[in-house]
């Protein structure tokens, strides 16, 4: 009774607090502090709940079970990012990548590919994972290779898409002054498409940082090697050791948040001219 009194007080003060930042001059300080003051009150009342109704840890550990076992599973985590995240996702990230942003020049140029990967490539992104990871499994082996394979496919077709629309993004009058200044097609393209372009390649770039862990990790419940997050999260599910499966998830949500934060920062540096990233005063 005393933790479920609880939770509902640090509910109500959570939201009081939230809502009186909220109201507040907008700046940096309160950007931050409000996601962090609303997080903070959903951990405390998921450890109220937890311990109030004696749920058991089984079918949910309470947040001090989890950060207790995070702090003892350092290493065996941090295995299982370099394996997951680094050499899977990361590397199949990139390499999806630069073969997307080479893939949607080369359609640019030539109006035949576009009319013929486009829908090839909406059709592609549509198929399920796990359809896709057995045969990847199987054709590169159980270690990250077949993880990174994945990730390519899952990350190539957003943003093929998203560049090849991004480089017809520029006005037609725009077009025609480059003309007027005898630019050729490359000049224009580096001069004008490309920078036109930022925007829709790195809306592509952020939706493809997600995919590609989801990609990683999923994909390892089909074929790893004792290392991993996705193995570590399927075998401790059958070892009932769930305060370890969401020591994993907190890992992956960590990784994720900083991979999509640091695609964004450098967004804001490439596109610091573009209206969606003026500071609003």
Known sequence: ?????????????????NVWLAGRAKSTATSLAVPVVFGLTLVVIWECLVRGLEISPVLLPPPTAIGA?????????????????????????????????GVALLADRFVFLRRG???????VAALPIIGLAPIM???FGFDWQSKAAI???????????????????????????????AAGY???????????????????LKIATTLALIGAIVAEFFGSPIRGMG??????????????????????AIAGSAFYGAVALIE?????????????T
């Open 151 to 181: 990730v390519v496919v899952m990350v190539f077709f957003p943003l093929l898409v998203n560049t090849v629309q991004g480089l017809q993004a520029s006005e037609v009058m725009q077009r025609d002054l480059m003309r007027t200044y």
């Open 117 to 123: 990967l486009l829908p090839v490539g909406n059709f």
């Open 186 to 204: 490359w000049t224009t393209l580096i001069k004008l498409r490309l920078p036109a372009a930022m925007p829709f390649i790195f809306n592509g």
């Open 69 to 101: 076992r995070f702090a003892a599973s350092t290493g065996v985590l941090w295995e299982d990012f370099v394996q997951t995240v680094i050499k899977g996702a990361l590397s199949g990230y990139v390499i999806g990548c630069l073969a997307a942003l």
């Open 1 to 17: 009774m005393i933790w479920l009194v609880l939770g509902i007080a640090v509910w109500a003060g959570g939201w009081a607090l």
């Open 231 to 252: 193995f570590r999260i399927s075998t401790s599910v059958g070892q009932l050791a769930l305060d370890l499966v969401w020591a994993e998830i907190l890992v992956a």
């Open 137 to 139: 499994v199987m054709w």
């Open 268 to 280: 804001r540096a490439v596109t610091f001219w573009h209206p969606s990233q003026r500071r609003r």
